[in-house]
């Protein structure tokens, strides 16, 4: 069993950024595919990027590139999300989500651990 929690979402301005973490408990995090997800009001939730367990291979929807970084750091059994150029637009709850995972990392379903999500606001 894997619980996840995210952190450092806010209120920042346009063009700021935010570093978003989430940290979780269990021994098996380590072998976990994790991806960011967002929902935005009134719209369906949305993949960002997803990193593999061993961090070798990293995916960005096109939302995402250049503007977002995933990493992670199992020893610490946290992955961040470091997100630059935040645009009014990005405003939704975040999620991080973590499962063994052996196909495209881009899809929710894939994924049967989520954290509780944390907002994320940017003021124009």
């Known amino acids: 069993q894997v619980h996840l929690v995210e952190s450092g979402g806010g209120l920042v301005q346009a063009g700021g950024s935010l570093r978003l973490s989430c940290a979780a408990s269990?021994?098996?995090?380590?072998?976990?595919?994790v991806a960011w997800f967002r929902q935005a009001p009134g719209k369906e939730r949305e993949f960002l990027t997803a990193?593999?367990?061993?961090?070798?291979?990293?995916y960005y929807a096109d939302s995402a590139k250049g503007r977002f970084t995933i990493s992670r750091d199992n020893a610490k059994n946290t992955v961040y999300l470091q997100m630059n150029s935040l645009k009014p637009e990005d405003r939704a709850v975040y999620y991080c989500?973590?499962?063994?995972?052996?196909?495209?990392?881009?899809?929710?379903?894939?994924?049967?651990?989520w954290g509780q999500g944390t907002q994320v606001t940017v003021s124009s």
């Open positions: 990193i593999s367990w061993s961090a070798g291979n990293t």
């Open positions: 989500a973590g499962d063994y995972v052996y196909g495209s990392l881009m899809f929710d379903y894939e994924y049967g651990y």
């Open positions: 269990g021994r098996t995090f380590s072998r976990y595919a």
